[in-house]
Nanobody, 124 residues
């Protein structure tokens, strides 16, 4: 399985970005997917996750109400819509999958599929 994140960039505080994660090697409809981020000097943290059927979503408290995870199984792609961005959202964002969505929120969750990150920079 290969995951490739894209859509990062530089945006002003209060702005929006939509990240995409294109999957290959296995239909994305068969596994849960999530987004994580790592800011400079900090540990990787959970951002959002969605079950493989899309029935349930999970968000970290820091992004709840501002970010939305979605998926288009026909395009084998997962999205992260980020609104009202804050400088604290600056990080490299990674998509991941292959572990139950409810488990991805745990700090030491084992997640088999990872994509290369995309950098999001939010200026104040």
């Amino acid at each position: 399985v290969q995951l490739q994140a894209s859509g990062g960039g530089l945006v002003q505080a209060g702005g929006s970005l939509r990240l995409s994660c294109a999957a290959s090697g296995r239909a994305i409809s068969t596994y849960s997917v999530g987004w994580f981020r790592q800011a400079p000097g900090k540990e990787r943290e959970f951002v959002a996750a969605m079950t493989f059927l899309g029935g349930s979503t999970y968000y970290s408290d820091s992004v709840k109400g501002r970010f939305t995870i979605s998926r288009d199984n026909a395009k084998n792609t997962v999205y992260l819509q980020m609104n009202n961005l804050e400088p604290e959202d600056t990080a490299v964002y990674y998509c991941a999958g292959g572990t139950p969505a409810s488990a991805m929120v745990r700090p030491l969750a084992h997640i088999p599929y990872w994509g290369r990150g995309t950098l999001v920079t939010v200026s104040s």
